[in-house]
């Protein structure tokens, strides 16, 4: 939870509301992407699309819920943890995540379908196998045919705070400086490489600024 609203109960007493926002975040970064006809579509991803997720934390929680609220069906979980990755599909039952932990299991049908994706690691080298695992089968996925010439996206959520902030005693720090700093991680560069759309991590912020605006769509931006 990382929001708490104040609303009225049906017998008028004032209650207080949490809700995890995070989902928004995800959710309108990469809608915001897409043509501006698809913006306004509940499925805004071509019918039998799937997407995957790289990471097992708290950021893929909010990523699994977001992707699924825009019809993206399997979710692939990219996860150096099985454990962990085994839990996560546990804990949502109600979509079909699924573990992608080796390089032959990206099929062509796959290939075919992929269409978004959400990077949820620090950028670090990789050095346990369960590491290197990671980036091979991620590199996999971003290797994907696309035979159609589709823009397929990926938002990379890891990203670093601008460095060299100015103290305000000094009245001489502006708001541009407290804004995270962009920077093109390994996975970011990967991506690149192969034509993806990638979404740079301090977009996941500033929808949450937006998310209740009314050209953004409802399902979207609101519950």
């Not at 010439?149 to 103290?167: I, Q, T």
């Amino acid at each position: 939870m990382n929001t708490i609203i104040v609303e009225k109960d049906t017998d008028g007493k004032t209650v207080l509301v949490g809700q995890n926002t995070d989902w928004e975040g995800v959710a309108n970064a990469l809608v915001l992407k897409l043509p501006i006809d698809l913006q306004y579509q509940a499925k805004p991803f071509p019918a039998g699309s799937c997407g995957f997720i790289i990471g097992g934390g708290g950021t893929t929680r909010a990523a699994v819920y977001a992707l699924s609220r825009l019809g993206l069906s399997p979710i692939y979980l990219i996860n150096r943890d099985p454990t962990e990755t085994k839990d996560m599909i546990a804990a949502f039952p109600q979509y079909v995540l699924k573990a992608l932990d080796g390089v032959d299991q990206w099929t062509q049908q796959m290939e075919d379908t992929v269409a978004a994706g959400v990077g949820a690691i620090p950028s670090f080298e990789p050095v346990t196998d369960g590491e290197k695992m990671v980036y091979a089968v991620s590199e996999r996925v971003f290797a994907s045919r696309n035979l159609v010439g589709r823009s397929r996206l990926f938002l990379e959520m890891c990203y670093k705070v601008r460095p060299g902030f100015v103290p305000r005693a000094s009245l001489r720090w502006t708001y541009s400086s407290l804004l995270p700093q962009p920077r093109k991680t390994i996975m970011y560069n990967i991506a690149a490489s192969y034509s993806w759309n990638v979404i740079e991590g301090p977009s996941f912020r500033t929808p949450c600024l937006a998310c209740h605006r009314t050209h953004l769509p409802s399902q979207v931006s609101r519950r």
